[in-house]
């Protein structure tokens, strides 16, 4: 069955960094657009970036401002989200999700926690 497995999650200083993964399993990974989306308290889901079957096509948020990058490897089966020079904004649990028919998330990990504080 189709798993999507987030990790990396945890908490950062202002300016800090952190790479979150999703480790796929159950689906030909390589096959798929995946992304990234967050959920802030009391917020909303929020599309954070997305990347294409392959890699060669990569999207993002306005509100990353250059600070986050999204990549893959599809030797490992895992997406990955560079978060550089985070923000308290960026507060927020983390989910990846393969896109499914209609460009809409078919299957969710379950979420790692991003906590940026002082």
């Known amino acids: 069955q189709v798993q999507l497995v987030e990790s990396g999650g945890g908490l950062v200083q202002p300016g800090g960094s952190l790479r979150l993964s999703c480790a796929a399993s159950?689906?030909?990974?390589?096959?798929?657009?995946m992304f990234w989306v967050r959920q802030a308290p009391g917020k909303g889901l929020e599309w954070v970036s997305g990347i294409s079957a392959g890699g060669s096509g990569t999207h993002y948020a306005g509100f990353t401002g250059g600070r986050f990058t999204i990549s893959r490897d599809d030797a490992r089966n895992t997406l990955y989200l560079q978060m550089n020079n985070v923000e308290r904004g960026d507060t927020a649990l983390y989910y990846c999700?393969?896109?499914?028919?209609?460009?809409?998330?078919?299957?969710w990990g379950q979420g790692t926690q991003v906590t940026v504080s002082s």
């Open positions: 999700a393969r896109e499914g028919p209609g460009g809409q998330g078919d299957f």
């Open positions: 159950g689906f030909t990974f390589s096959n798929y657009w």
